[in-house]
């Protein structure tokens, strides 16, 4: 069975980094597009970042270059460093595989103004 494991997140004060960890099983690494997802408290899920079998990285537009997407083939690993954290980055952190639909079950990262 294929699954998707973050960890990473906790409480941090605005300004400081995070780094968020996603263990992806081997069946879905080399054939899929993994991406971080966030949920904010009460709003939609929303796309952060996403990068490709090959490596290529997409961001969403808002996050002007303080997040970096990349993956770690021999860790089954895919990292999101998050710097420069703001208290609108707070929410739960989904890792997800694109064409497999599968979700991991999500790290909680909490920023203080």
């Known amino acids: 069975q294929e699954y998707l494991v973050e960890s990473g997140g906790g409480l941090v004060q605005a300004g400081e980094s995070l780094r968020l960890s996603c263990v992806v099983s081997?069946?879905?690494?080399?054939?899929?597009?993994i991406g971080w997802y966030l949920q904010a408290p009460g709003k939609q899920r929303e796309l952060v970042a996403s990068?490709?079998?090959?490596?290529?990285?997409k961001y969403a537009d808002s996050l002007k270059g303080r997040f970096t997407i990349s993956r770690d083939n021999s860790e089954n690993t895919v990292y999101l460093q998050m710097n420069g954290l703001k208290h609108e980055d707070t929410g739960t952190y989904y890792c997800n595989a694109q064409y497999s639909d599968i979700w991991g079950q999500g790290t909680q990262v909490t920023v203080s103004s």
């Open positions: 990068i490709t079998e090959s490596g290529r990285p």
């Open positions: 081997s069946g879905i690494l080399w054939t899929d597009v």
